[in-house]
């Protein structure tokens, strides 16, 4: 393997967060990924100009993945290209990765960590009475959180190579995903619940309000992601109760 230096991974790793500053419609996030492996393959090619062109201009071509995952494909790459693999093997490789980790972060994050982290501040912003610590609970969260998995995944793929597969099976994301989807419904009803509270002086409006709110929340607990879309109609139905109640009462 070829002596990479400390530096050189801690550079590749920042410039991931321009991954998606020359994204276009012909390599999508090619362009960043080729800038994010540069240092590495700067080092490795040292001293071999046409090497290094030639690496780089294979990195180049289209690639698309989750931009919080996509640190493990550039480290899993850089530690092939450092220990000499094959570029038709890398190739392949990068073929093999980029789909499941685009799914796995949509899943991940965008259907399990963002909607869970913004629906329990919304539960907080309503029970406390103070939307900025809501929101300022919600930033410090969802940005920790994928800073700690960028850096994940990138430290694994360097430290894995090709064979980041069995790693990540071994984490179990995608299991993750699923609970933090189901915690994510669990949110929306406890969400329609603390509407519906608000709403117990409105009469009768008020006790169906509540009895939407303990459904949703009962639901959520049992079922999860299975059936959102009728955790969600709950609370736009409550929503629309309250605002009847109050319009009416």
């Known amino acids: 393997?070829?002596?990479?230096?400390?530096?050189?991974?801690?550079?590749?790793?920042?410039?991931?967060?321009?991954?998606?500053?020359?994204?276009?419609?012909?390599?999508?996030?090619?362009?960043?990924?080729?800038?994010?492996?540069?240092?590495i393959l700067r080092q490795v090619h040292e001293?071999?100009?046409?090497?290094l062109e030639g690496a780089l201009s294979r990195h180049i071509g289209h690639f698309n993945a989750h931009p919080y995952l996509a640190g493990l494909a550039v480290g899993a790459v850089a530690r092939m290209e450092a220990d000499g693999r094959d570029p038709e093997e890398i190739r392949r490789f990068k073929l093999a990765v980029k789909g499941p980790l685009g799914s796995?972060?949509?899943?991940l994050i965008w259907s399990g960590w963002r909607p869970t982290l913004l629906l329990a501040?919304?539960?907080?912003?309503?029970?406390?009475?103070r939307p900025g610590l809501a929101v300022g609970a919600f930033l410090i969260a969802y940005n920790l959180g994928h800073l700690a998995l960028r850096l994940l995944g990138f430290r694994i793929g360097w430290?894995?190579?090709?064979?980041?597969?069995?790693?990540?099976?071994?984490?179990?994301?995608?299991?993750?995903?699923?609970?933090?989807?189901?915690?994510?419904?669990?949110?929306?009803?406890?969400?329609?619940?603390?509407?519906a509270a608000e709403s117990l002086g409105q009469g009768w409006w008020g006790g169906v309000a509540v009895a939407l709110g303990g459904m949703g929340i009962w639901v959520g607990s049992r079922v999860g992601p299975r059936i959102w879309r009728v955790c969600l109609w709950l609370l736009v139905g409550t929503l629309g109760l309250v605002h009847l109640g109050g319009v009416w009462g």
């Open 104 to 107: 796995l972060g949509d899943a």
């Open 121 to 129: 501040a919304m539960v907080v912003g309503l029970v406390t009475g």
């Open 1 to 39: 393997m070829k002596r990479i230096s400390r530096w050189a991974q801690v550079s590749s790793f920042l410039r991931l967060f321009a991954l998606q500053a020359s994204w276009n419609y012909r390599t999508l996030q090619g362009n960043g990924f080729a800038f994010a492996v540069l240092p």
């Open 159 to 195: 430290e894995y190579g090709s064979q980041v597969g069995d790693a990540l099976r071994r984490l179990g994301l995608s299991k993750k995903a699923d609970v933090l989807q189901s915690l994510g419904v669990l949110q929306l009803g406890l969400l329609v619940g603390v509407l």
């Open 47 to 51: 001293g071999n100009a046409e090497g």
